[in-house]
């Protein structure tokens, strides 16, 4: 089990990349692991919400935010449709940031 003080500090300096509503569930999964697992966590690559963000609102027609989460499939609609006329791009400059944060959850779920 890890330390109160370990958990903390991951959690202070990674919280802008998970959704706030699931921080406490995220502690309380930190708690239980091992060193080993802990130190595997620190390596994921974490998407940046604000990155994508930018990215969302100068690159967003051309689809490179979706491609940027793995969202392959939505990343060529909106590349090959301009976004949809601009609608996709405009959602999901409201949306991008959630979104990286849910993918930088579930990443971390996945190996806990």
């Known amino acids: 089990m890890l330390d109160q003080q370990k958990i903390d500090m991951y959690i202070m300096t990674n919280q802008k990349y998970y959704p706030e509503e ?9 708690r239980t692991m091992d060193d080993e697992k802990f130190s595997l966590i620190s390596t994921i690559e974490l998407k940046d919400p604000t990155t994508l963000l930018l990215v969302s609102i100068f ?22 449709t301009a976004g949809c006329c601009g609608i996709l791009v405009i959602i999901d400059w409201f949306t991008i940031s959630k979104k990286a944060k849910e993918v930088n959850f579930n990443k971390l779920m996945s190996l806990v």
């Open 59 to 80: 690159l967003g027609v051309l689809g490179i935010d979706r491609f940027m989460l793995g969202d392959t499939g939505m990343g060529i609609l909106k590349l090959l």
């Open 22 to 30: 699931k921080i406490v569930y995220l502690k309380d999964k930190l």
